[in-house]
């Protein structure tokens, strides 16, 4: 990226969002590691002010949910999407986008996109599925984006899941994943914001892919 | 296209190093747990799991340096386990880098706790680990600290315990085999994983790639958690450097001795062996 005009190439400043629920440190890592200037941060200022936003996640939706809006992350979150600025969300911080989730009684999320947040079925089929679903699993892509630039359909990444995303807008669907015979959105793209179900910076090189893929973007 | 199934890297860690043993007592040093991690990413591990061995609150930072090192180059999932006793402990070692915490001791004495960690971080962070000795009745109990302090509790019924309280994973050991190379507990890794509806790992035994082939077809386990064979694969093809600290038994590494019961194999034969037997496996970049 280039800033004041100058052929100077300056690291993009990416605000990872600290709401006190998960691994922070792969992610920063990841986007330190494609070329990108990572901050964690809990200061709602330090994500309006950032040239993109990550909402990351591991844990409850109810107590992250609550956590967020403590911070005043809430808002920021929204103010920052509506105002184009590149937003990635992982995992919890996919589901977090969406309108409401079933996971210990109903909450409510931020509601940037409508749809709803369900625990995965027991049974598909006859077959029991474990839940959640931990592993690595294969995306299906459903329509071009740059993200995706350099991986192939059915490539491998890493899921750790008891829940999964239902937009009502299938037009945002980026990739689907089957486990078992239960077939599901497993990330989005719409605009600025990028969000998955999988870990990237988990899923070896070629969830590294989508980092540099993210990061170029910015 | 479907879940796969998982090999994972499991290193016994005691101090700075990377130890394996034997019923899992008399410690041997085979080196520094992050040189054998980056080898396994690179291999085509699925996970790692590695597991603090002495667990002592004096030890606990050079766990975290440790996680810390492992985080910022391998790009998979780590799953540390020993000695997290709180909240607070879970929390450390995932800021540190962990993915997921493996709980024990703590658990068995405050079954509860299960349920406050998995409210709090997901279910899906919290492993419990059981660690299982056979009885002469054929029953199997769990014991804790190493397999070393007996508890009364019976496996399969705490393995459903531990899945009502809402972990996401059970990761069970059986003692008697842990470093035998014997192969797994079939008997065992079916009764639990059967039992519940949650991923089980096999772990404890593991002598041959069809040793871990059969724990997931005959088994029933979701994952296999491998340790010597692994181990002896890097030794044999790395030159050991440095200083082991004064820790442990490093004859091993000094005569480079093989050890008589397992024989070395490589993530890629143990992946290769899968595939023969129908087992759906991440493909990966593929070494001999």
């Known amino acids: 990226m280039y800033k004041d005009g100058k052929l100077k190439m300056v690291k993009p400043k990416i605000a990872i969002i600290d709401y006190k629920m998960c691994n922070l440190f792969s992610v920063e890592h990841a986007c330190r590691y494609v070329g990108g200037d990572p901050i964690i941060t809990t200061k709602p200022e330090d994500v309006r002010s950032a040239d993109a936003v990550i909402l990351p996640g591991v844990g409850a939706f109810h107590d992250a949910i609550s956590n967020l809006r403590e911070l005043g992350m809430d808002t920021a979150i929204i103010d920052v999407i509506s105002g184009g600025i590149p937003f990635m969300g992982i995992c919890l911080g996919f589901q977090l986008l969406f309108s409401s989730s079933e996971e210990f009684g109903t909450s409510n999320g931020l509601g940037v996109f409508n749809g709803a947040v369900r625990k995965f079925p027991r049974d598909v089929n006859g077959y029991t599925l474990k839940i959640p679903q931990m592993g690595w699993n294969s995306i299906s892509i459903n329509k071009e984006s740059h993200i995706l630039k350099g991986v192939n359909d059915d490539t491998y990444m890493y899921f750790v899941h008891s829940f999964y995303v239902l937009p009502e807008d299938n037009d945002i669907i980026l990739t689907k994943t089957t486990y078992s015979d239960f077939e599901y959105c497993s990330s989005i793209s719409d605009t600025n914001v990028f969000a998955c179900q999988f870990h990237p910076e988990k899923s070896g090189e070629e969830g590294i892919k989508i980092y540099r893929n993210w990061v170029a973007s910015i | ?288």
């Open chain 2, 1 to 288: 296209m479907s879940l796969t199934k998982r090999v994972i890297a499991r290193l016994d860690i005691k101090g700075p190093n990377l130890v394996k043993g034997i019923h899992l007592e008399g410690l041997r040093v085979l080196g520094k747990p992050e040189d054998f991690a980056r080898y396994y990413y690179s291999q085509g591990a699925e996970e790692l799991m590695y597991m603090d061995m002495v667990a002592s609150l004096y030890e606990r930072n050079s766990l975290e340096e440790i996680i810390r090192r492992t985080a910022s180059e391998v790009f998979i999932p780590l799953t540390v386990g020993g000695g997290l006793r709180t909240i607070n402990d879970i929390r450390a070692v995932l800021l540190a880098g962990a993915d997921k915490v493996s709980l024990n001791t703590a658990v068995i004495r405050n079954p509860e706790l299960i349920r406050q960690a998995s409210r709090y971080f997901g279910s899906s962070t919290i492993v419990v680990s059981i660690e299982a000795i056979k009885q002469s009745d054929g029953k199997y109990l769990a014991y804790v600290d190493n397999g070393r302090e007996y508890t009364g509790v019976e496996v399969v019924s705490w393995a459903q315990k531990i899945e009502e309280l809402g972990a996401g994973e059970i990761v069970i050991t059986s003692v008697d085999r842990e470093g035998t190379g014997l192969g797994y507990d079939i008997n065992l890794i079916q009764k639990v994983s059967s039992a519940v509806s949650i991923p089980v790992v096999a772990c404890g035994g593991g002598g041959s790639p069809e040793h871990v082939s059969s724990a997931i077809v005959e088994g029933g386990a979701e994952a296999v958690a491998v340790a010597s064979m692994l181990h002896y694969d890097y030794v044999s093809k790395n030159s050991m450097k440095g200083d082991f600290s004064n820790e442990g038994n490093t004859e091993f590494l000094k005569k480079k001795s093989s050890f008589a019961k397992i024989k070395p194999n490589s993530i890629s034969s143990i992946k290769k062996e899968m595939i023969k037997n129908g087992i759906p496996t991440r493909c990966t970049r593929m070494e001999n």
